[in-house]
């Protein structure tokens, strides 16, 4: 069971990220955001003369870039294991402040080079001198018809902070005002509850512990439901703003045709999982049966299904045994997992006023990727490990092959690199663990990463995709009218086998994800791309890694349908989210099988 939340000082130095990779102390830190005012305030003294020298402001502007990044994400990493810090929330609003100063000293840049002939961006983009900004220069074509004139972009960026505050005030009251009740244990003893340890509640074998878990996390989120409401609803109209100043067609467009992604990928993948929800229903009823439960609840969708069977994972026996999974794609990728275990990557286990989660922060290319854990020792944190560090490699891979401005990946991709590690790892526990129950326990795992990414996740986005018509049309986003609709798609996927709990209509107020607008569909695409690619590199072999390397080091220079068919896997298409689909269908008859 979850043990009690610790001190951020109570936990080793050697379980902590090094910050001190970016700046060696605060001071080093201070003088490098001092410098940087006086930078922007050079860079905006291009103003109205970017017709003059087009070259030099470009390659100035991604200077400038380049010397904001390791500024931005100091702070930002400094809070995350603390949020209640003043002092890091201080240096966290002060970087945002600068971030914004810099956006808006800067707002100029694309409208004048806009107003330049469309023959001299081309000759830009053809020039060999200027081949780092070539992806740059050729988006900003595109994008044409969506720019605004000078003054307004200026304005837009001025409200960088105000677009920012509802993702701000969520994680400030989530993070660190809000409190949940203690579990009672079955020995009669308490234990404070978290959304870090939530987890480990809710994937236990103790029903009535869950279900305590369950109503505590949902239940507190609901009573300071008219707040998130509100803050949700400054996001969607955000949004909303933004694709109209931009004269985009809907938000959800806005998100997508900046990275050349047809609307089709988002439509296919709700079309497609609806057509499996009958599979997913099987498997729930299965989940029933074997459970022994006259009804289904919602808390008793993540505990295993093999309770007899328990893979204990300490951080140190995880991480080994990703390292032995993950053998297959190559020995300088092994290499760097060592480095980023050994040499202050991660950041491990939960503490007080510490975000919720994993995240892997990968900007940084002259130091290296971070990475965000809250390890429980259990099977589901082994595989968050080798997640993470999926990110991870593909922003060291791509920071290494790229120049910076075509080193960051599409949003469409960002998960394929994370979820392929685990679909590796996955195969590789399958053939070492033979014994029955173990191939039970982890073929259970599997079909949960199915449930959970690929169902849970399009479930999600559909429901970005009716809170954002809502306020299109001019429909109130309220406590009441957002749940409703959270509560009916949980419905439409869990009611045919569930009994789908009131409370579970909150659940929508404590998905971060969702201050990121039509980002989470990108999870369920990511897993079904990667449970091919996976199956490439384990039956093919050197050719496959080889292969898939040269996706992981594309970046952004080629666009991301293009970067994944270097992988050879074709996502324009929706045939491989129903072959991923199939391969669901199958580990469940696997899974039966073997019960």
Request: hydrophobic share 40%.
């Amino acid at each position: 069971m979850a043990e009690k939340l610790r001190k951020r000082s109570e936990i080793d130095n050697k379980y902590k990220w090094k910050l001190t990779d970016i700046y060696p102390t605060p001071e080093a830190w201070e003088a490098a955001f001092a410098a940087l005012g006086e930078k922007i305030a050079a860079f905006a003294a291009f103003d109205g003369k970017v017709a003059e020298d087009p070259r030099k402001v470009i390659r100035a502007y991604f200077d400038l870039d380049a010397e904001l990044l390791p500024v931005f994400e100091y702070a930002f990493l400094n809070k995350e294991t603390d949020n209640a810090d003043p002092a890091a929330q201080a240096m966290s609003d002060r970087v945002r402040a600068l971030a914004v100063q810099a956006g808006t000293a800067s707002a100029f840049m694309q409208p004048e080079l806009l107003d330049l002939d469309e023959s001299v961006l081309t000759e830009m983009i053809n020039d060999p001198d200027m081949a780092d900004y070539s992806v740059f220069l050729g988006d900003l074509l595109r994008d044409k018809a969506h720019a605004l004139p000078k003054d307004q972009e200026r304005l837009l960026a001025m409200m960088g902070e105000v677009a920012d505050a509802p993702n701000t005030i969520f994680s400030m009251l989530t993070d660190v005002d809000m409190k949940f009740p203690a579990i009672t244990l079955a020995d009669g003893s308490q234990q404070e509850l978290s959304e870090g340890n939530y987890s480990t509640f809710i994937h236990g074998n103790d029903r009535e512990v869950r279900k305590q878990a369950f109503e505590g996390i949902m239940g507190t989120y609901g009573k300071y439901g008219n707040t998130i409401a509100a803050t949700y609803n400054g996001s969607v109209k955000n949004d909303t703003f933004q694709a109209a100043a931009r004269k985009y067609s809907s938000a959800l467009a806005a998100k997508m045709e900046p990275l050349q992604i047809p609307q089709a990928v988002y439509d296919n993948l709700i079309s497609v999982i609806h057509e499996y929800l009958p599979v997913l229903n099987e498997y729930l009823e299965l989940r029933k049966k074997v459970l022994k439960l006259d009804e289904l609840h919602m808390y008793d969708l993540y505990c295993p299904m093999v309770s007899d069977f328990h893979m204990d994972m300490p951080y140190e026996k995880a991480f080994d045994l990703m390292l032995e999974g993950l053998k297959p794609m190559g020995e300088d990728y092994l290499a760097k997992l060592v480095e980023a275990r050994d040499n202050g990557w991660i950041d491990v286990y939960p503490s007080e006023s510490k975000s919720s989660g994993a995240f892997s922060a990968g900007g940084l290319a002259k130091v290296h990727p971070y990475v965000l854990l809250n390890h429980n020792d259990n099977l589901e944190s082994a595989f968050t490990i080798a997640h993470e560090l999926g990110h991870s490699m593909h922003s060291y891979y791509s920071n290494q092959a790229q120049p910076l401005p075509k080193a960051d990946y599409s949003l469409f991709v960002a998960e394929v690199a994370s979820t392929c590690n685990e679909a590796v790892m996955m195969r590789h526990l399958l053939s070492t663990f033979t014994e029955k129950k173990a191939q039970a326990y982890l073929l259970n795992h599997f079909l949960e990463q199915f449930r959970t990414t690929c169902f849970r996740q399009t479930m999600f986005a559909e429901f970005e995709r009716i809170s954002h018509d809502m306020a299109a049309k001019g429909e109130p986003l309220t406590k009441e009218s957002l749940s409703k609709a959270y509560y009916e798609l949980n419905q439409k996927y869990y009611g045919d086998a569930c009994v789908v709990d009131e409370v579970i209509a909150n659940e929508w107020m404590r998905i971060p994800h969702f201050y990121r607008a039509f980002y989470v569909y990108v999870y369920a695409t990511g897993l079904c791309a990667a449970v091919s690619l996976s199956e490439r590199i384990l039956t093919e072999g050197e050719s496959a890694v080889n292969d898939y390397r040269k996706f992981l080091s594309a970046g952004c220079s080629v666009p991301p349908i293009e970067a994944l068919k270097l992988a050879g896997i074709d996502m324009s298409s929706p045939e491989p989210l129903r072959k991923a689909m199939e391969v669901f269908k199958d580990t469940l008859a696997k899974f039966k099988a073997v019960l």
